[in-house]
C-alpha cells in the first residue's frame, strides 16, 4: 500500500519544534531474560504523556531473545508491537493468535484486562523491533480487550522526493491514514527512512507530546536551522511543547553513508494521574490492588 507524493520533500513548517533533551535509554532484560533497551521510563510518563514506555530491542544472538515474553497479564493501556526483524507468535488469553513478522505491527488494547504470550518462532538470526505503550483514558480502562495484527502490506507507504519514506503505523500524515487510529490520545507513529543529507517536516498539533527515536546508525538534525540538535543513533530526542510550533523537522547526516531510520512518535497527552505497578497501568493505588487481585483469581484471563 504505497503512496507516492512526486513534489520533493521541502520545508513546509513555520516553526518546527526544538529538541529539549536526548535520553540514550537504560539496558535491561523482559520476560524471559530478553535483552532489550528501555528508552521510555517511568520518569519520563508525565512528560511525554499519553505514552508510558518505550523498549528497543535487537540482537543477532538467540540467547538474547530466545526465551521470549511467556504468559503475562496487562490492564489498562495499549501496546504497539512494531516487528523489524525476525518472527514473534502472539497468543492471548482471548483467543486470539498472531504472527509477528518483518515489517508488521501489532496493536493490542488490554482494556480491562488480557494475559498473553510473544514467543519467538526462531533459533537464530536477527530478532529487531520496538514494544510501545500507548495509556488509555480513565473512561476507557476498564473496556473489552481487543487485538488487531496489521501484515506489512495493510501499513501505508508514503514515498517522498530524494528517497525519504515513510511507513504511516498510526494516525495522518501527508494526506495518508495510517494502518490504525485512535481516539482520544490521537497517536502518530511514523517509521521513517532518510538516505544522508535529506530531510523531511512533519505537522503536528503544538499540544501533543512528541519524542524521535533514531535506529538506523546514522543521526539527524532536528529543529530549524537556527538551533538544530543532534541526535545520534540508538538515542531519543525529546521535542518541546512551543505553542507557535507546527510540527517537526530532521535532517540526516550528510556525511553518512547510509540513510538513517527514525521512529517518530507524537499524540494527544490525558493529563490524568498515571499509578503503574509492572504490567497494570490505572489511576489510583486502589485501582492497581483490584487488578492484582484480579489478576490473582484468574478475571484477567476470562
Known amino acids: ?133 500507548v495509556n488509555l483514558a480513565a473512561t476507557d480502562k476498564m473496556t473489552a480487550p481487543a487485538y488487531r495484527d496489521v501484515p506489512p502490506a495493510q501499513v501505508p507507504v508514503v514515498a517522498l522526493g530524494g528517497g525519504v519514506s515513510v511507513r504511516v503505523i498510526a ?8 494502518a490504525v487510529t485512535r481516539p482520544t490520545t490521537e497517536p502518530l507513529v511514523l517509521d521513517i527512512t532518510l538516505p544522508a543529507g535529506q530531510s523531511i517536516d512533519v505537522a503536528m498539533p503544538a499540544g501533543h507530546n512528541a519524542f524521535a527515536y533514531v535506529f538506523g546508525g546514522t543521526a539527524v538534525q532536528a529543529g530549524s536551522a537556527a538551533d538544530a540538535v543532534r541526535i545520534d543513533s540508538e538515542r531519543m530526542g525529546i521535542f518541546a511543547n512551543d505553542a507557535q510550533a507546527d510540527g517537526v523537522r530532521l535532517v540526516a547526516d550528510a556525511a553518512a553513508g547510509g540513510a538513517a531510520r527514525v521512529l517518530l512518535v507524537a499524540g494527544k497527552p490525558l493529563h490524568e494521574p498515571i499509578a503503574q505497578y509492572g504490567p497494570f497501568v490505572m489511576n489510583t493505588t486502589a485501582e492497581i490492588h483490584q487488578a492484582v487481585a484480579d489478576f490473582q483469581r484468574g478475571a484477567l484471563a476470562s
Not at 171 to 178: I, K, L, N, Q, R
Request: glycine content about 14%; charged content about 20%.
Open 171 to 178: 494516525g495522518h500524515a501527508f494526506g495518508v491514514m495510517g
Open 1 to 133: 500500500m504505497e503512496h507516492t507524493l512526486t513534489t520533493p520533500q521541502g520545508k513546509l513548517l513555520r516553526r518546527p519544534r526544538r529538541v529539549e533533551r536526548i535520553v540514550a535509554g537504560q539496558a535491561t532484560s523482559d520476560g524471559a531474560g530478553v535483552k532489550l533497551t528501555r528508552v521510555l521510563t517511568q520518569p519520563l510518563q508525565q512528560r511525554l504523556d499519553p505514552f508510558l514506555m518505550l523498549d528497543a530491542f535487537g540482537s543477532d544472538a538467540a540467547a538474547d531473545y530466545i526465551g521470549g515474553f511467556p504468559s503475562h497479564p496487562h490492564r489498562g493501556f495499549e501496546t504497539v508491537t512494531i516487528m523489524l526483524e525476525g518472527r514473534m507468535r502472539h497468543r492471548d488469553s482471548v483467543g486470539n493468535v498472531g504472527l509477528l513478522e518483518p515489517g508488521s505491527v501489532q496493536w493490542m488494547t488490554a482494556g480491562r484486562g488480557i494475559v498473553h504470550s510473544e514467543m519467538p518462532e526462531q533459533n537464530e538470526g536477527r530478532m529487531a523491533g520496538f514494544q510501545l505503550w
